[in-house]
Each structure stands twice: as C-alpha cells, then as structure tokens.
C-alpha cells in the first residue's frame, strides 16, 4: 500500500497515535508491506531488569498471551511460534530477535517467507516519576490476504490492537499481583 | 451451595449452584454468615446497569469465615472471621499504592476491562457481584464466596462481636464516610445529604463526627428521615417542602457549604442491553436521570463542595454545568475506596464510637433474598437495610 506523504510531524507522542501510522517511523525494521502500526503503553510497578528478564524467556510469553500456543526456543536469537486459529487451526513462524538491549529492548522481526510477516519491539524505561516500568509494546504486520487472511481476519486483522492490550494487561497482572486475574465461574458438569 | 441468582429485570431466585473453587494462588474461600442488599443491588434489579447475564450471582456486602485458602503465603487462616469489601484490589498496583483501591488496574479480568475502557476511557477495577462491566465475580448473596487477593481485602473480626455490628464496613459504612470525607469540612459548616437510604444515613452520621456544625438531611420516606433526625440531623421531606429554598433559608441565605448526592441514578439509566452492543453501535449510552444532582449543584453555597457516593453509569442530561462552573463548586465522587477506610471505622465501632446497627429492619433467611429484594425497592419506608443470614432458618411470613 503506498503510503500518502505528510508533512514531518511536530507532536510528541508516540508514532502508533498518528491516525496514520508509519512503521518506519516507529523505528521498526519493517518490510515493505508490513503497514499496520500498533503500539501500546502501561505502566508496571516493578523494576524494569526483572520485566525484561521475564519477557526475554521467550517460554513465558504464552503465560499471559492468549493466541499463542506455544514458542520452542531454537536457539539464542530464534525461535517458533505457533499460535492458535479458528476452528482447531494455527499458524506458525519462525520468529528471530533482531536487537536485544537487556533491562531496555527487545526486538524481533519473522524470518522470510511467513504467511504473516510481522515485527515489533518491547521497550521497557524506568519512570521518571518513580512509578515503576513504562512499558511500551508497539508491533507491525501486514495484514494477510486471500483465504487465508480471510481465516484470520479476525485475529491479525480487527483484534490486534485489542489482542496487544489484554495481552499487556495480564503481563502487568502478572508482574504485580503474581497472577491472572479471573472470575472464572465453576464448570457446571451434567 | 444456596445462591441468590440474577434473572432478568425484577427476577431474582435462590438456586443451588456449584460451589466455588480456589483459582488463584492469592484466593481464599469463606463461609457467609451474613451478606445484605444494597442500593446498588437495585440498580442490577431494575436493570439500569448493563453487562448482566442470567445466572449471575449478586451481592458485594459479605462477610463470614475463612474455609479455605490459596497456594500462596496467606495471611489469612481458615476459621478466621473477616469482612470482604466490595471492591476487589491487587494492593500492588499504582492507584492501590496510593489507597485509591476503586481504582484498581488488576482485579478486572483483561476481557471485561477491556469493555469498560471503552466506555470510560480507562478499565475499571473489579467489584463482587455486580455486572461483567466490573469483572463478573460471583456476588456474595449465597453460602460461599470466593474471594480473590485475600492478602489485601478482607478485615479480620474480632471473635465476640456480632455480624451486624461490622457487616457494613463492606460497603455502606465506609461509603458513607468517604461521602463525608469528600466533602473537606470546615469548623461551622451546614452539610446536605440528598437520600436517607443506608448511604445518605452514614453520610449524616460521618458528617456529624467529622465536625460539621449542622446537617440537613432530605428524603421522603417518614422513617428513613426520622432516623437521619435520630442521628441529630435536620430533615427536609421533598415532597412537602421546595427544597432549595427551604436550605437557603435554613443557612441563612448562604446555602450548605457541602451538599452530598446519595441518590444516585434511578430507573432510567443505561438502555438494558449488553454494553458491548452499545459499543458496536456506538450509541452506548442512555441518559441517567440526574434529578437529585441537579438539585444538588444549585443548592450548593457559591466555592462549596459537592459529594457523589450516589451511582451513576452514563451520560446525563441538562447537567447544570454553568452553575458549576459560574459558582465555582468542587466535586469529588467515585466508588468507595473501602479498604482504606476499613480499619479505623472497626476501630471506632470496636471502640463504641460507631453503632450500625439502627439501620437494620429485617433479617431474613438467605432463602427468602427475592423477598427482600422485592421489599427493599417497593416498601423503602418500612425497609430500610435487609440482612441476609444463611442456613439461619428464620422464619418470615410471606
Ligand atoms: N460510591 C459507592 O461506592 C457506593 C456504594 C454503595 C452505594 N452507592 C450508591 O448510593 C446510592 C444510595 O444507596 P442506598 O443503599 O442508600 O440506596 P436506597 O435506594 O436505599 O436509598 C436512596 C434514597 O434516596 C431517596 N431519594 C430518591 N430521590 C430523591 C430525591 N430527589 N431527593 C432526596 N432523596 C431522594 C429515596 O427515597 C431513598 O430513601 C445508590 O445510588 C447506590 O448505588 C454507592
Ligand atoms: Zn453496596
Ligand atoms: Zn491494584
């Protein structure tokens, strides 16, 4: 999709609040077609090095990401990730960090060839206000097309933005209260 | 186990449900020895709020004895009695760190925070029984309760000292306190309180012991305004009286320096459907009748203060917003930041400071909760606060 020119911005706010946001503004090594830009923020009351740590075993993800059913850890910059579809499919990619600051960033970008290319950075700062981690997760991807896209539609095309946000906040429930918050009601059993 | 379940608008049943179970390390579960019916509950009655589901179990004022405890290192052991406030915090958050406990970023369950963010621009905390809007815990109008982040709620009791005497500091003790509180007293101040229910009557009590030199108290159910002059207010009857200038008159032409709404909104609020439909629709909400409000902000002295304990879930209309402005008011609202008012009103009640207990008119079996419910809305003169005691086998005649 080519993008509209626009006059350098002057706001400071983050490049994903731009009602027309460019991942290459956002600093993301972005292909060509990855042209969807989201990116949220929160704030978590724990220090900054115990976040990353936990975010960079890769194998804790799937604790509070909902999609995902499982990451194997290749090696020390990649690994596979395979996460949920409807109707009992899924998808799955190989995913490679592409920078890795510890206590501050972590990068990753899908390798080539991916059904859904994909890239996006976890950035985690220190307030300035003694209120803990800013926490900003800002992600690119392209929207897939075809059957396939059709299929999941619903998870990488409408939802990623909402998907980002609950997956952000069961990360910082986790970090503060130690667990998920749920209500879950008690399974009736015939 | 026993629970009282919603069904609908104005139905309401005792069903017997699963028990509940532990989910996470930080849960307890207690036994309910007495749980009551609350101003809010009826707002979920007549269905005014949105985000119910049929099956859901009501009731936020709870208390009783801890049968079971999470995985994690618990402060809390079983047998021991506590209170449970209504409002659920993690205690480790940023707004729990700074005691705004309603605020909670954790306790709300991502999926139904995110419905609430929608509509409010920030998630919600969560709050027992009362709508997915506010997590969809099961309520505790039954015989057991599960009770998430038990390590920051719950109160622990004294053995020796009766139910209805701390059962309040759950809900409408301290509400009405924080009301109080809200309102920043000054030495010679006239305090108004719209709404003699349970939370307009702890408002007035609050308010006299944090040193107002007079409160005003307006209603107009006879024996709700006769137990605001029991705790040594002056009482208004809206229906007799135009209340305005009757509390112009009575300050001196000045007006009540503080004016608390502990109305709240009425039947007409939200458009009964699921919020998320609304916001699909974009036209989520309704209008909430904000009469009392309206009332309230005009009758406040020009540089006063205006308190909303009273519940209100969407946009209103015809808010008198020159008068706020022009007059130059303060507003202070908000759900009950009830842990943090918690342990100094145990104190003071322990202390024989605070009796709670003049509110109470029945007492019912948790098997009779429809009834209750039923009569705390339609005969609001004659019931004032309804507790419920389960397995207690009390007897009331239908
Ligand atoms: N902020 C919180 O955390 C919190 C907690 C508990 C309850 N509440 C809210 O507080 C409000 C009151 O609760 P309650 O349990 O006392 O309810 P309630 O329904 O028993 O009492 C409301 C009283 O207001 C009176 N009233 C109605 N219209 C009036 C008017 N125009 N002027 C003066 N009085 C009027 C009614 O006669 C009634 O006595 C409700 O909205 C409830 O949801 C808020
Ligand atoms: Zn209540
Ligand atoms: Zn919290």
């Known amino acids: ?190 | 186990m026993r629970a009282l379940t919603w069904q609908g608008k104005h139905d309401v049943r005792v069903e017997t449900v699963p028990d509940p179970e532990i989910l996470n390390p930080r849960d307890v579960i207690i036994r309910i020895t007495s749980t009551a019916i609350c101003g809010s509950d009826l707002h979920l009655y007549d269905h005014t709020i949105p985000g119910m589901k049929d099956g859901d179990i009501l009731g936020h004022e709870f208390m009783g004895e801890v049968v079971e405890t999470g995985s994690s290192d618990h402060k809390l052991k079983v047998g021991e009695r506590v209170v449970v406030p209504f409002v659920i915090a993690c205690g480790g958050c940023f707004f729990c760190k700074k005691q705004q406990f309603a605020a909670c970023d954790n306790s709300n369950p991502a999926e139904t925070a995110d419905a609430s963010e929608i509509a409010y621009g920030y998630p919600m905390a969560a709050a027992f029984g009362y709508s997915h809007l506010t997590g969809g815990y099961a309520g505790g109008q039954a015989e057991y309760a599960r009770v998430p982040f038990a390590d920051v709620g719950p109160i622990v009791v004294p053995d020796g000292i009766d139910d209805d005497k701390v059962l309040f500091l759950s809900d409408i003790l301290p509400t009405g306190w924080m009301a109080a509180v809200n309102c920043d007293i000054e030495p010679g101040d006239t305090v108004a309180v719209w709404g003699c229910g349970p939370v307009g009557l702890f408002a007035v009590q609050s308010a006299l012991l944090l040193g107002a030199h007079r409160v005003i108290a307006i209603d107009h159910h006879p024996r709700r305004l006769q137990l605001a002059r029991n705790l040594g207010a002056e009482i208004i009857d809206f229906e007799q009286v135009q209340v305005r200038e009757a509390l112009a008159e009575m300050t001196g032409g000045i007006g009540p320096d503080a004016c608390i709404d502990a109305v709240g909104m009425e039947s007409h609020g939200f458009t009964p459907d699921n919020l998320l439909d609304h916001v699909k629709v974009k036209t989520f909400m309704a209008t909430d009748r904000v009469h009392a409000l309206r009332q309230v902000i005009l009758a406040t002295r020009k540089g006063g203060r205006v308190s909303i304990p009273g519940v209100y879930g969407g946009v209103a209309d015809k808010f008198p917003i020159g008068a706020l402005m022009e007059k130059g008011l303060t507003i202070k609202s908000g759900q009950t930041h009830v842990q943090k008012f918690m342990p100094q009103l145990l104190q003071m009640i322990l202390d024989d400071k605070l009796d709670t207990t003049f509110l109470i008119s029945h007492r019912l079996d948790l098997e009779d909760a429809a009834l209750g419910y039923k009569n705390f809305k339609e005969k609001q003169n004659e019931y004032t606060k309804v507790v419920l005691k389960p397995g207690s086998g009390i007897q009331t005649r239908h």
């Open chain 1, 1 to 190: 999709m080519a993008r509209r020119t626009r006059p350098d911005p002057i706001s400071d706010s983050p490049e994903s609040t731009a009602k027309d946001p460019n991942p290459a503004a956002a600093g993301l090594m972005a292909s060509e077609d990855e042209d969807t830009l989201i990116g949220r923020t929160v704030t978590i009351n724990r220090p900054a090095r115990e976040l990353y740590e936990f975010w960079r075993d890769l194998r804790n993800l799937p604790l509070f990401m909902e999609n995902i059913e499982s990451i194997t850890v290749i090696d020390a910059r990649r690994s596979h990730w395979k996460v949920k579809g409807p109707a009992d499919s899924s998808v799955e990619w190989d995913s490679l960090i592409t920078e890795d600051i510890p206590g501050e960033l972590i990068a990753w970008e899908s390798a080539e060839g991916t059904s859904v290319p994909n890239s996006g950075r976890i950035e985690f700062r220190a307030s300035d206000n003694g209120r803990g981690t800013v926490v900003t997760a800002t992600i690119a991807y392209d929207p897939p097309a075809g059957a396939l896209g059709k299929m999941f539609a619903k998870m990488f095309q409408r939802e990623p933005k909402i998907q980002a946000r609950r997956d952000l906040r069961r990360f910082k429930q986790l970090m503060e209260t130690g667990e998920i918050s749920t209500s879950a009601p008690v399974e009736v059993f015939p």
